[in-house]
């Protein structure tokens, strides 16, 4: 297991952080703990790891104790956090499984002080739209990615990796009205693909030109 430095797209996400020396940071959908551990080697004081499965803060658990963090099952759908606990909340391709955004998001933004920053990954909308995802081979051999009932919101089933994960599908114009409702200001917006030098370091990438991989937002709660 590589961790945070396997995924290419980890440098573009680490830039939005805000230095987190002495932050209280909580991580929504913490999975394996990658992004706690890190967070503390860059002096965060205190880290909250929460996720919804049992097993993943096992393996979190065990790739290490520290005192300065702490692992939660939580249910980020009906997920209750005390009042300006947080400097920081930060989450990676968690946010699409969760179908009630507009409370998590409000939960979030009460639970962090103010200035507090919240940065964030999904999967591309391009991603979780399409009824089947995959590429199309089209008569001169081109592949695409069909977008399929982009404006169609709500639960997508697909079966890549396990059988019947189900994600929110949500259009980027959605997820942006939802963070302005909670009350946040939106500070930066990438759609993110790997560049010509990642294409060159990794070739297996290249098909990844074809449409953004992510979508990194990073909002705050006003001071
Ligand atoms: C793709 S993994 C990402 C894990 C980690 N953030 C990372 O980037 O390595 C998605 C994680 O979200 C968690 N998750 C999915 N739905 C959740 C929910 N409703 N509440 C809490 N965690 C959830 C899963 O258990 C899983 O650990």
Not at 86 to 95: I, K, R
Not at 156 to 183: E, F, M, Y
Request: charged share 20%.
């Amino acid at each position: 297991m590589r961790g945070l430095d396997g995924a290419p797209e980890w440098p573009s996400l680490r830039a939005l952080l805000p230095d987190l020396a002495g932050k209280r940071v909580v991580d929504l959908g913490c999975g394996f703990g990658w992004f706690c551990r890190w967070a503390r080697t860059q002096g965060a004081a205190h880290v909250l790891g929460l996720d919804v499965s049992a097993k993943m803060l096992g393996r979190a658990r065990a790739m290490g104790a520290d005192p300065g963090i702490e692992y939660e099952r939580a249910d980020l759908e009906t997920l209750a956090l005390p009042p300006a606990t947080f400097d920081v909340a930060y989450s990676s391709l968690a946010f699409h499984y969760v179908e009630n955004f507009a409370a998590l998001l409000a939960t979030v933004h009460r639970a962090l002080v103010p200035g507090g920053k919240l940065v964030f990954s999904v999967e591309h909308p391009i991603y979780t739209a399409p009824a089947h995802p995959g590429w199309v081979v089209d008569a001169e051999g081109r592949r695409t990615w069909p977008i399929d009932g982009y404006r169609v919101e709500g639960p997508r089933r697909t079966d890549w990796l396990a059988k019947g994960v189900v994600k929110q599908h949500r259009s980027i114009g959605t997820t942006l009205n939802l963070l302005i409702g909670a009350g946040f200001t939106i500070a930066y917006v990438d759609e993110w693909a790997p560049s010509e030098a990642m294409i060159q370091a990794r070739p297996e990438l290249a098909e990844e030109r074809e449409r953004p991989m992510f979508l990194f937002v990073t909002v705050g709660r006003s001071a």
